[in-house]
C-alpha cells in the first residue's frame, strides 16, 4: 500500500504496445488494448527491484524491468487503461511517483491501495496568495464516499477534502503540494486518478451484508 506522499516527479520515456515497438509518443492505449510504459524516477528507483511495487499518478504497477539508469518499465492492463488516466499519458508528461510504504514507516498521508476507482477532472482551479483551491468532478457514484474533512487520493496525491457537492469535490493545495507534485501544473479540463478511502467502501460493505443498509 502507500500513503499519498508523493516521493518526486517523473516523466514518461516510452510507451510501447506490450509486443514491441518502442518510443510510441500517442497515448498509451495501444491496438492489443495494453501497453509497456517505461518511467523516469531516480528516487524510486534507487532501491527498487522487478516485482517492486511503485505508485504511478495513483496507480499501482509492478515493476518488470529497470533500465539501469533511473528508469523503470511496467506492464499495464487493458482494464487499468480504461479505468484510469494512465490511457491519456504521452512521452514527457510528468506522473506522480510513490514507492510502496514500508511497515515500520510513518503513515504520513492515508491508507492508498493504489487501486483508482474512477477518473476526475479539474472543473475550477482558483490561485490564492500562497495555495490553489481546485474542484475535481467525480462520477456520481462516488459522491457517496467522500465527506468533508475526509481524505481522498488524487492522482496519488493524499488530500483532504473541503467540500462535497452531487459530482464534485473541493480541495487545497498548500505550496509544498503545488511544488512537489503534477497538481501544481494541472488545468481545467485535465483528468485525474481518484481513489476514494478504502474505509468508507468496507463500512458500506459491512453494513449492507449485514442487512442494515436494507
Known amino acids: 500500500m502507500f500513503t499519498g506522499l508523493v516521493e518526486e516527479i517523473g516523466t514518461v520515456v516510452s510507451i510501447a504496445a506490450a509486443t514491441g515497438a518502442s518510443g510510441t509518443t500517442e497515448g498509451a492505449t495501444t491496438a492489443d488494448g495494453d501497453a509497456r510504459l517505461t518511467f523516469r524516477g531516480a528516487l524510486v528507483t534507487s532501491d527498487a527491484a522487478a516485482g517492486d511495487s511503485i505508485s504511478v499518478s495513483g496507480v499501482c504497477l509492478t515493476v518488470a524491468e ?3 539508469d533511473g528508469t523503470f518499465t511496467v506492464d499495464v492492463m487493458p482494464e487499468s487503461l480504461r479505468r484510469t488516466a494512465l490511457g491519456s499519458l504521452a512521452v514527457g508528461d510528468p506522473v506522480n511517483l510513490e514507492r510502496a510504504v514500508r511497515a515500520d514507516a510513518r503513515l504520513g498521508g492515508h491508507v492508498v491501495q493504489g487501486h483508482v476507482d474512477g477518473v476526475g477532472r479539474i472543473a475550477r482551479r482558483e490561485p490564492g496568495p500562497r495555495w ?4 475535481v468532478t467525480l462520477p456520481a457514484e462516488l459522491a457517496r464516499y467522500v465527506a468533508e474533512k475526509g481524505s481522498i487520493a488524487v492522482s496519488g496525491v493524499s488530500l483532504t477534502v473541503t467540500h462535497v457537492g452531487a459530482d464534485s469535490f473541493g480541495v487545497s ?7 512537489g507534485t503534477t497538481l501544481g501544473t494541472l488545468a481545467v479540463g485535465d483528468p485525474v486518478n481518484l481513489e476514494v478511502d478504502v474505509i468508507a467502501k468496507y463500512v458500506e460493505r459491512l453494513l449492507a451484508t449485514s442487512g442494515a443498509l436494507r
Do not use: C
Request: glycine letters at 14%; a negative charge; proline letters at 7%.
Open 66 to 68: 529497470l533500465g539501469g
Open 173 to 179: 493545495l498548500i505550496p509544498t503540494t503545488l511544488a
Open 132 to 135: 490553489d483551491e481546485l474542484e
